[in-house]
């Protein structure tokens, strides 16, 4: 009964791992290891950002090839993201909402990306367009170039980025069921017109949520790399938005260790 | 093969499958195309080389470690935050997904200047003699960092889920609160903590980024096989990158079918007779 | 075990659930707590096995003050609404937990023997290897039986035992609790929110209201004689008929009835659908039947008092009138009520 397990301000009989000692070592030890483990390494970036001054921040900021890294990475996101977030809404549709062969084989092509590394799609996307590669010749004779150039960060971002918008639409759709839909469809007067509308508002709240995570996903992963890191993020809020921002923007002004530069890629 | 009424099945599974083709299988079916051409022997040879084998070794053995840490601080994060409530709670909850969103060449910058041996962590630890930057102990703390929210992100929903009255009945039959959460709450975690596991170490197999800066990258040292995928790009030996890039598929492969065989073991109480 | 509640109260945040409830168990009763949702029937259960603490009063396990006993110490079975299986232990190992646990040590075999002997109790010999999933929802209410019953609880506490259930095994398993109890002979409080639950298998009924005890009694105690509208109603389908009192008589056209110790002036005389007759002429209040609806084993007529109150009686299946025929109801033990 909810009346029962509604908290009270009254004395309670503890749960699980209530005892008082215990959960004030446990928030201490876990606070204690946030803060190593994830609160300092954002708070070096930080401080070494500004540490040369605001002046030296905004030169660096102002550098031409700065402003032209970002640039890039926003150019990326904004290609990158309509088209997965396309892909991911047909795929999750398909998906739940579906049974047909291969359905089982085709969720597990659809998370690859999760679990290989981003070297080995990087190295697989020269094989495909590179010039050894499969489309090489033809690409080189048409002069398209793919590779270390918009379209191949684009395409390495897709790949990255690809399962997000599907993996949080496929929980939602399924939890949701088949039935709103199908009374939608029977009640449908004749083309679809109210069918957005029909749908449960949450399905379309999701639906933003999840591609404003694909959105930072496809923002953050680094330009000036065709080896895009794969960033997923499961509940979005603002304040980490702005704080990727900061950071993706902060970037380019930490001193890079000399010992090995990613920048200089074979061509 | 629909079995409802519902609209648009050849719609969406054509964007589905041709998107699938075009970014996903294309590209890997290149790389393995690639592989192959090189003939059994040199294939062997390549994949099989000392340098290879080291890197496997060392990539393996500090993925093992950067997991092993997480299973416990990611299962201890995602207790705290859903049983507890304290002051902070939600904003530790939003720091969680940091590392995601973070690019991993970022988080490797920050990881290095932070453990250098003139940076804030690394500046103490070098005084009582530890080394952590350069080392296979900085592969280790890059990796835990980049994979941490994995675990606490699967754990963390199946743990806000959990029948209270399960744990209820596990003190009604007289159980210690020690003996509830082994015998009750772990194994119900279990299917979510592999699947993290699994995520959390096929990530830590494959990273990069955020490695490269903080391993010193020295061969047979620490140097992880990704870097040696790329050094072999940068030789421009194109068909020895594929061949390393193809151990690293099957290991991400072999990954994804160990997590769903153990997951439907696990949860093999589920399945109804 | 004899269990006492003495003047109980529990408040949650937004409500008092409890207010000052007082109770005598037997030892060996069964007994039901029987209210609608939210009548704190199910505070009280959970008080007893101490999975809340009271915020006033005190509960005794015997003579012993068990209020701020842990749960686990306590020694109750408890049998959860939903049965709170563990759903990743097989029957055997769930029915097994409690006496893994124990403090007091048992071998394997031990307790093989005893999860044996329990299958057999609750008729479930075959079935000790499957998951609580694999099995239906009358057969998981009897693990759940069996593995409170496993840790040889002082008291048994069954949390709406047979809410979850089909009607037609609803009905088998309260025959088959009856059984066990008696078997057994151990304390039995029960919550329910179902009437005939209650009055089925309990010796006594504790009838609560908006957490208070509004009747205790025997099944018959509380069916002859309820002590409240609340219960008269609670308990089953009921007519009302407003009536004035004067002189301990209340009258209702011409038909007197004898009301010993209700004050005069409005009130309000209740009586069940299977305690009238209906007359074609004589004695009885004027009525005319609105409509007959049949039913397995009677027939409900609803018929309209010329004074215009509707009310609804039962028949024989081979009651011969239809509706607008006239006629007289003849009202048998009637309660009349201060309005």
């Known amino acids: 009964m909810a009346k029962a397990q509604a908290r009270t301000k009254t004395r309670r009989p503890p749960r699980i791992g209530e005892a008082p000692a215990f959960r004030n070592t446990m928030i201490a030890i876990v606070l204690t290891l946030v803060a190593l483990v994830i609160v300092a390494p954002l708070a070096v970036i930080g401080y070494e950002a500004f540490s040369k001054g605001i002046a030296y921040f905004g030169k660096t900021i102002a550098n031409s090839d700065t402003r032209h890294a970002i640039l890039m990475t926003a150019l990326t996101a904004l290609i990158a993201v309509p088209i997965n977030t396309a892909f991911g809404v047909a795929a999750a549709w398909a998906i739940t909402k579906f049974d047909f062969p291969g359905r089982r084989l085709l969720l597990i092509v659809i998370e690859i990306p999760f679990s290989v590394s981003p070297i080995v799609a990087g190295v697989a996307y020269l094989f495909v367009y590179g010039l050894q590669g499969l489309f090489g010749k033809t690409l080189q004779s048409a002069d398209v170039k793919i590779l270390f150039a918009l379209p191949g960060i684009v395409l390495a971002s897709m790949f990255v980025t690809a399962p997000f918008v599907a993996r949080e639409l496929i929980p939602l759709m399924q939890a949701q069921g088949r039935d709103l839909e199908e009374a939608a469809t029977s009640l449908m007067p004749a083309a679809g017109g109210h069918s957005s509308s029909s749908r449960s508002p949450t399905s379309n709240g999701r639906c933003y949520m999840a591609s404003f995570s694909a959105t930072r996903g496809s923002w953050v992963s680094s330009a000036r790399s065709p080896w895009s890191q794969a960033i997923f993020v499961a509940r979005p809020t603002p304040c980490r938005c702005i704080s990727n921002c900061s950071i993706t923007i902060t970037t380019p002004s930490v001193p890079l260790p000399q010992h090995r530069s990613l920048r200089h890629s074979p061509s | 093969m629909a079995r409802r009424i519902l609209p648009g099945l050849p719609l969406t599974l054509g964007i589905t499958l041709v998107y699938v083709a075009i970014i996903v299988v294309l590209p890997l079916g290149a790389l393995i195309f690639k592989a192959a051409s090189l003939g059994p022997e040199d294939y062997w040879r390549i994949v099989s080389s000392e340098r290879a084998i080291a890197s496997y070794r060392i990539t393996i053995l500090c993925a093992l470690a950067a997991t092993l840490f997480n299973l416990v601080f990611g299962l201890a994060l995602a207790w705290v935050i859903v049983r507890y409530r304290f002051p902070g709670r939600r904003f530790i909850d939003a720091l969680v997904d940091l590392p995601f969103a973070l690019p991993t060449a970022v988080a490797g910058i920050a990881l290095t200047t932070l453990f250098a041996s003139n940076g804030w962590f690394g500046a103490p630890l070098a005084a009582i003699g530890i080394k952590v930057a350069y080392t296979p102990l900085g592969i280790i703390i890059a990796m835990a960092f980049t994979s941490l929210p994995f675990i606490v992100r699967t754990v963390q929903p199946v743990l806000e889920e959990l029948d209270p009255a399960l744990e209820e009945a596990g003190q009604t039959l007289g159980a210690s609160d020690l003996e509830i959460f082994l015998r009750v709450i772990l194994p119900q975690l279990a299917p979510a903590l592999l699947a993290g596991l699994s995520l959390s170490f096929a990530r830590s197999l494959g990273e990069f980024g955020a490695i490269i800066f903080i391993a010193g990258n020295e061969p047979f040292e620490t140097e992880i096989t990704a870097l040696l995928a790329f050094i072999r790009l940068e030789e421009y030996d194109y068909p020895a990158s594929a061949a390393i890039a193809s151990v690293m598929l099957l290991a991400a492969f072999t990954m994804l079918a160990v997590t769903n065989l153990l997951q439907t073991r696990a949860l093999r109480y589920t399945v109804k007779g | 075990m004899k269990i006492r509640l003495d003047t109980v ?236 009192v004067s002189g301990e008589k209340a009258q209702i056209q011409d038909v007197t009835f004898d009301v010993a110790g209700i004050a005069d002036g409005a009130a309000e005389l209740y009586f069940r659908p299977a305690d009238v007759t209906w007359r074609e002429d004589g004695h009885g209040i004027q009525a005319t039947i609105a409509r007959v609806i049949d039913r397995p084993d009677s027939r409900r007529v609803l018929a309209l008092t010329t004074d215009g109150h509707s009310i609804e009686f039962d028949a024989a299946p081979e009651f011969p009138f239809r509706a607008d025929t006239r006629g007289f109801v003849d009202i048998r033990r009637p309660r009349v009520y201060p309005a």
């Open chain 3, 9 to 244: 109260v529990k408040t949650f945040d937004t409500f008092r659930a409890v207010h000052g409830v007082s109770l005598d168990i037997e030892s060996g009763e069964l007994v039901a707590l029987l209210g609608p949702s939210g009548s704190g029937k199910t505070t009280i259960l959970r008080m007893v096995a101490g999975l809340e603490f009271p915020d006033g009063g005190a509960i005794y396990f015997g003579d012993e003050n068990a209020t701020d006993i842990e749960v686990r110490h306590r020694g109750v079975g408890f049998v959860f609404q939903h049965y709170a299986l563990f759903p990743h232990m097989t029957v055997d190992e769930n029915i097994a937990f409690g006496m893994k646990v124990s403090k007091t040590k048992r071998s394997a075999a031990e307790i093989s023997d005893r999860v044996a002997h329990l299958l057999r109790l609750v008729q479930l010999e075959g079935l000790q290897d499957r998951f609580p999933a694999q099995i239906s929802g009358g057969q998981r209410q009897r693990v759940a039986l069996a593995r409170a019953l496993a840790v040889d609880p002082k008291v048994l506490l069954l949390d709406e035992p047979f809410g979850a259930l089909d009607a037609n095994v609803r009905r088998d398993l309260r025959r088959w609790l009856r059984k066990i109890h008696d078997e057994l002979g151990i304390t039995t409080l029960f919550v329910t929110h179902d009437q005939a639950e209650a009055l089925d298998l309990a010796d006594r009924v504790v009838i609560l209201d908006k957490g208070k005890i509004v009747q205790t009694g025997t099944p018959e105690e509380v069916c002859r004689a309820p002590a409240s509208v609340f219960v008269m109603n609670f308990l089953g389908d009921a007519n009302r008929l407003k009536v004035t």
